[in-house]
Nanobody
Framework: QVQLVESGGGLVQPGGSLRLSCAASGFALDDYAIGWFRQAPGKEREEVSCSSLGNPYYADSVKGRFTFSRDNPTNTVYLQMNSLKPEDTAVYYC?????????????????WGQGTQVTVSS
């Protein structure tokens, strides 16, 4: 059974940093595509970063500020978020899917974590 548990969210001032973690169980990380998504109040869930084959994909809004990484031995995925802005405030979700050739879209992922809140505010 695929399980994903996010952690690391919190309140941070603009310009600050956070590192989100996603602990995966029930599957091997290197066999799955993994994605980070976020949903702000009143908005649709959107992609942040995804990784399957090759280099990670980043949404334009986070490119150069966020870094996706995965630690296969511990089955953990990370999202390092630097230079945070108020518009980065959202619930952040980790997602996984065994199809490695899909696009970084909400519909492309079948398993989801419960989310972790990130609030960027002074």
């Amino acid at each position: 059974q695929v399980q994903l548990v996010e952690s690391g969210g919190g309140l941070v001032q603009p310009g600050g940093s956070l590192r989100l973690s996603c602990a995966a169980s029930g599957f091997a990380l290197d066999d799955y595509a993994i994605g980070w998504f976020r949903q702000a109040p009143g908005k649709e869930r959107e992609e942040v970063s995804c990784s399957s084959l090759g280099n990670p994909y980043y949404a334009d809004s986070v490119k150069g500020r966020f870094t996706f990484s995965r630690d296969n031995p511990t089955n953990t995925v990370y999202l390092q978020m630097n230079s945070l802005k108020p518009e980065d405030t959202a619930v952040y979700y980790c997602a996984a899917d065994p199809y490695l050739w899909g696009s970084c879209t909400v519909n492309g992922f079948g398993s989801w974590g419960q989310g972790t809140q990130v609030t960027v505010s002074s």
